[in-house]
Nanobody, 121 residues
């Protein structure tokens, strides 16, 4: 299994910033990708920023120029720096890890429990 521990959510006013962190713990999986998704009330979960170990980061159009994903590959930690937050960014943010089993190389996706981000106008 891969355990994902998220932190850093909270409430801010529009224009403010927050930094999310996610630490992945595993002994039997090799993590190949980590990223962040979000789900607003009444909406489907959507990708916010995802990163492979090749350092390519894919951002949702709605967050480009405001959010920055960074990753510590050695420690399996991924961060999401969120700047100039807007009310439409309000959602539960989920950490995601794509991993391959060291035993049989099967691929699996793992999710954190989510952290709430609330932006008031």
């Amino acid at each position: 299994q891969v355990r994902l521990a998220e932190s850093g959510g909270g409430s801010v006013q529009a224009g403010g910033s927050l930094r999310l962190s996610c630490v992945a713990s595993t002994s039997v999986f090799r993590i190949t990708s980590m990223g962040w998704y979000r789900q607003a009330p009444g909406k489907q979960r959507e990708s916010v920023a995802t990163n492979t170990k090749g350092a390519i980061v894919n951002y949702a159009d709605s967050v480009k120029g405001r959010f920055i994903l960074t990753r510590d590959n050695a420690k399996n930690i991924v961060y999401l720096q969120m700047n100039n937050l807007q009310p439409e960014d309000t959602a539960v943010y989920y950490c995601n890890a794509q991993a391959h089993s060291r035993i049989n190389d099967s691929a699996r996706a793992f999710w954190g429990q989510g952290t709430q981000v609330t932006v008031s106008s």
